[in-house]
């Protein structure tokens, strides 16, 4: 990963900040991330903002219907009965270097961690 990297966050519920980190941790190690991206209902739990002040970036949300119409390379039948689509790591993390107003492109698809989702994307 040679530059900042999005890491796309999909999660139950109130996730813990520790197990967010710790998933995140495995997947860039130290690399440098420029945001977290979710979907909305989850980007203001307390688990995923103090996730968020751990690595000092901004968490960025998007509604499920936005989540929806990204093509991911693993869409989930669980997520989309969920929360009503059918990606959340891997969709977020595209749709969230669009609203840099760049390009991006998935490096890690998304990998579960307990009830942590993670997928990495860099700039194009």
């Given at each position: 990963?040679?530059?900042?990297?999005?890491?796309?966050?999909?999660?139950?519920?109130?996730?813990?900040?520790?197990?967010?980190?710790?998933?995140?941790?495995?997947?860039?190690?130290?690399?440098?991330?420029?945001?977290?991206?979710?979907?909305?209902?989850?980007?203001?739990?307390?688990?995923?903002?103090?996730?968020?002040?751990?690595?000092?970036?901004?968490?960025?949300?998007?509604?499920?219907?936005?989540?929806?119409?990204?093509?991911?390379p693993?869409?989930?039948?669980?997520?989309?009965?969920?929360?009503?689509?059918?990606?959340?790591?891997?969709?977020?993390?595209?749709?969230?270097?669009?609203?840099?107003?760049?390009?991006g492109?998935?490096?890690?698809?998304?990998?579960?961690?307990?009830?942590?989702?993670?997928?990495?994307?860099?700039?194009?």
């Amino acid at each position: 990963m040679s530059g900042a990297v999005i890491v796309g966050l999909g999660a139950r519920p109130d996730p813990a900040a520790e197990a967010i980190v710790a998933a995140v941790r495995k997947v860039v190690g130290e690399g440098a991330i420029r945001c977290l991206a979710t979907i909305d209902r989850r980007a203001q739990e307390p688990g995923v903002v103090a996730a968020a002040a751990a690595f000092e970036v901004p968490v960025t949300g998007f509604g499920a219907d936005e989540l929806a119409h990204v093509d991911v390379p693993h869409p989930g039948d669980r997520a989309a009965v969920a929360v009503g689509t059918p990606s959340v790591a891997e969709a977020a993390a595209l749709l969230a270097w669009a609203r840099w107003g760049r390009r991006g492109r998935l490096i890690v698809p998304k990998r579960a961690f307990g009830t942590i989702t993670v997928a990495v994307a860099e700039e194009e």
